[in-house]
């Protein structure tokens, strides 16, 4: 079995919003740390990681949200630019209408 980092499946960010979109009263710790990790993992695939589809987010990120104690480990800032620049370079292609990533940071 292939490591998740190596996949580029895609998930419908429709999906994740619809079933996490509200916290259950009542639930344990694990519950809530599950609901923790789809919204980090949301906010790196369509804030700082997003596609050209605008509505499916990468699962390459999963490892990186497993443990909410290590994401501090994890240099997000150089992970940021080095995405920006590899979508500035793909964008230097002619074929190329669209323009994805962290614009925000342009």
């Known amino acids: 079995m292939l490591p998740l980092t190596n996949c580029i499946e895609l998930v419908k960010c429709t999906w994740m919003q619809e079933t996490f979109s509200d916290l259950p009263h009542d639930v344990d710790e694990e519950t ?38 290590d994401m501090y480990r994890y240099s997000w800032g150089s992970a940021a630019l080095l995405w920006l620049y590899r979508c500035l370079y793909r964008v230097a292609n002619r074929n190329v209408v669209k323009l994805t990533g962290p614009l925000k940071f342009l």
């Open 32 to 69: 809530i740390r599950k609901y923790a990790r789809v919204y980090v993992m949301m906010l790196l695939s369509t804030q700082l990681f997003d596609n050209k589809s605008g509505t499916r987010m990468y699962i390459r990120w999963l490892p990186y949200v497993a443990r909410l104690e």
